[in-house]
């Protein structure tokens, strides 16, 4: 079975300071790696994927992720944080041996809070 | 179009009643879920719809019952909830099933369901 963890509850940055997302996971086989950005009382937002090639990934609003195998991680990062990324941060693992291919596995979330 | 709606946005009800809640996407998505939330915590898995079946239901009260009328559409029939039920439900679609384990989930903006 997949998991993922994702160690800090709570990450705080000053803006304009690059910040980090932290994403560990346990799958199986392969995993298909995911994040989402949640707003206060707003759905879940798509901001990247990994799913084979290049370790690094970009993503929407300047954020990117590095896949790294043999420490099973997928970290978020962004060179510079603005006042308008803080949220919280979910990232989800799908096993590429799921049969059914449909079930994320969300990590418990990173709430992410960027001071003027 | 890209975007999944929701209704209602918010739900109040007793633990007598009896509401659906709605979910529509036009994205030709062949894949819809159910996501339960509490507060600070991640979405929880409910069910999953495949090309209009029932494909997962994850030990989900029959209280719940969904329903997915066409490829467009779907469907949260509650009854005789608990106020432990209270959560933000969440709709979510993506492409195709099976070998598409790839594919992001895009969100809907949830509704905020309270039982009285």
């Known amino acids: 079975a997949q998991s993922v963890a994702q160690p800090e509850d709570q990450v705080n940055v000053a803006e304009g300071n690059p910040l980090t997302v932290k994403c560990t996971y346990s799958v199986s086989g392969n995993p298909y790696l995911f994040w989402y950005v949640q707003y206060p009382n707003r759905g879940l937002q798509f901001l990247l994927k990994?799913?084979?090639?290049?370790?690094l990934v970009k993503g929407s609003y300047g954020f990117e992720a590095e896949f790294n195998k043999s420490q099973t991680s997928f970290h978020l990062k962004k060179p510079s944080a603005l006042v308008s990324d803080s949220a919280l941060y979910f990232c989800a693992v799908r096993d590429t041996r799921d049969n059914y291919g449909q079930n994320f596995v969300f990590g418990p979330g990173t709430r992410l809070s960027v001071l003027p | 179009d890209t975007e999944v709606t929701q209704t209602p946005k918010h739900l109040v009800m007793g633990m007598t009643n009896k509401k659906s809640l709605k979910c529509e996407q036009h994205m030709g998505h062949r894949a819809m879920y159910w996501y339960k939330q509490k507060a600070k915590k991640p979405p929880e898995l409910m069910f999953v719809y495949s090309y209009e079946k029932l494909s997962i239901n994850e030990s989900v009260p029959s209280r719940f019952s969904p329903e997915c009328p066409n490829s467009s559409l779907l469907n949260l029939h509650l009854h005789a909830l608990q106020p432990e039920d209270s959560a933000l439900y969440l709709c979510?679609?993506?492409?195709?099933?099976?070998?598409?384990?790839?594919?992001?989930?895009?969100f809907g903006p949830g509704t905020r369901l309270t039982v009285l």
């Open positions: 979510a679609s993506s492409q195709g099933s099976g070998d598409h384990s790839y594919n992001e989930q895009f």
């Open positions: 990994y799913i084979t090639g290049d370790n």
